[in-house]
């Protein structure tokens, strides 16, 4: 099972205007570290229950605004990352929105930094043979503005950015940013950005490449050709896709209006993917994404341990969008807007001149199948079901065979990595 995401800052200026060199550059790649910088006891929670809180504020945007029958993919992580990094640059009016829409009005940028470097450190190194996890920034710097060293620093040092030189002139600038999303994705965002704006000062570039196996894998004998109702209900819409199928113990909740089901990911089970299935009523989808918005815990609560199967349709797509409605309508309308946008942390602004973003873009791609990893991982989840008590409920069967929600969360941080609604998987 592979999720990949990109999101991609633009930061633009009214006009292009000649000045100095950026005086930053090189374009080197940064060594990947091998172990880990921080421990697990120097994360700052408030800093990851922020970026969750804004990323289903967001998902929550983003799905009322998105037609029902689309698929859509977020990474509440690498937006709220991306955002975060382009803050520290920021004062006055713009710097309050930003940081208020980001649940961290009551840091300092300094504090947002570290917590960030801490953040993203460990996630860089998750300590489990069954998931890979790599995140990247890189800032792409407008060879004709001299830009703030001490911005260029912190994000360095804060999310591990690489940073490059641009031509806004140049047609190869496109072409650039595009071969890095590549790479960082491992060739599943080979497009990123059409054009590079002439009036460009920055581009930031923040990739997130997740590929975690199954605790336990799905057997692929076991998939079978079944139907899938886009609407909910039966209807001429209808159409078959490649049914997953596994028996086993697993976290699993019946609730008023939903059913969900938790799915270890990786050899020690250290994420995990949330099944959201909204019950056969006309709105349960809708309600269920609302709900979620409002309430955390139902993604991240306590769940029983049950015996049961799940049923799941094997599901791969790809989703791009611009979200700079949905974060105007969250509050962050002064970074927009080229008079009031106030970012001299970044580059200081030139007579009639002013830096403000000009877009927010944000591709995922999502790949889900049947893979899984050694034998070993059978273990630890009989373990697990070994050491819960025995449900009175009996097991239950859940077949996901309409739209629903779809969630990775990492268990040692806490962060959730991706949420999205799937309306549309591939068909057979």
């Known amino acids: 099972m592979k999720v990949k995401v ?14 100095a060199g950026c005086g930053r550059g090189g374009g080197e790649v940064l060594e990947e570290k091998e172990v880990r910088h921080h421990a697990a006891s120097e994360l700052d929670p408030a800093i990851v229950e922020a970026a969750n809180r804004f990323g289903l504020a967001l998902y929550g945007r983003m799905a009322g605004a998105s037609p029902s029958e689309n698929n859509l993919l977020l990474s509440p992580l690498s937006v709220s990352a991306a955002l975060a990094l382009v803050a520290s640059g920021a004062k006055n ?58 911005f260029i620093d912190d994000s360095m040092s804060n999310f591990a950015a690489e940073t490059f030189p641009y031509d806004a002139l140049s047609s190869s600038a496109a072409k650039r940013m595009n071969d890095w999303a590549a790479k960082k994705t491992n060739g599943a965002i080979k497009k990123v950005i059409d054009q590079v704006d002439q009036n460009s000062v920055m581009y930031v570039l923040n990739a997130i490449d997740f590929d975690g196996a199954w605790t336990t894998p799905f057997r692929p004998e076991a998939t079978s050709r079944a139907k899938f109702y886009p609407t909910g209900f039966p209807s001429e819409g209808d159409y078959f896709v490649r049914m997953m199928s596994q028996g086993g113990m697993y976290e699993y909740g019946s609730m008023d209006g939903y059913e969900i089901i938790r799915l270890p990911i ?50 791969k797509f790809d989703y791009a969008t611009n979200i700079n409605d949905s974060l105007k309508a969250l509050g962050m309308n002064a970074a927009f807007d080229s008079l009031k946008a106030s970012f001299p942390g970044i580059a200081e602004p030139l007579p009639d001149m ?75």
């Not at 980001?102 to 840091?107: A, F, K, Q, T, V």
């Not at 056969?280 to 918005?293: F, R, S």
């Not at 000009?358 to 059978?378: K, L, Y």
Request: include cysteine; aromatic fraction near 6%.
């Open 354 to 428: 002013n830096v403000f973003i000009g877009r927010v873009n944000h591709s995922t791609s999502f790949d889900m199948n049947e893979d899984g990893v050694s034998a070993s991982a059978v273990t630890m989840i009989e373990a697990m079901a070994g050491a819960a008590p025995p449900s009175p409920e009996g097991p239950f069967r859940m077949t996901v065979d309409r739209p629903f929600i779809v969630s990775i969360i990492d268990r040692e941080t806490g962060s959730i990595l991706f949420v999205g609604t799937v309306a549309h998987p591939n068909a057979d």
């Open 93 to 150: 009016e713009t710097e309050d929105e930003m940081k208020r829409m980001l649940g961290l009005e009551h840091y300092s940028s300094e504090s947002i930094g570290s917590g960030y470097r801490v953040f993203l450190d460990l996630l860089n190194h998750p300590q489990d043979d069954g998931i890979g996890l790599t995140f990247a920034s890189s800032l792409w710097l407008s060879e004709k503005r001299k830009f703030n060293s001490k």
């Open 266 to 315: 990786g050899r020690h089970g250290s994420a995990y993917m949330a099944v959201i299935l909204p019950a056969k009523v006309e709105g349960a989808l809708a309600k269920l994404q609302a709900n979620i918005v409002s309430d955390l815990s139902l993604l991240t609560g306590k769940l029983d341990i049950r015996q049961g199967t799940i049923e799941l349709p094997k599901t």
């Open 6 to 19: 990109l999101i991609s800052v633009a930061c633009a200026v009214i006009a292009l205007v000649g000045s």
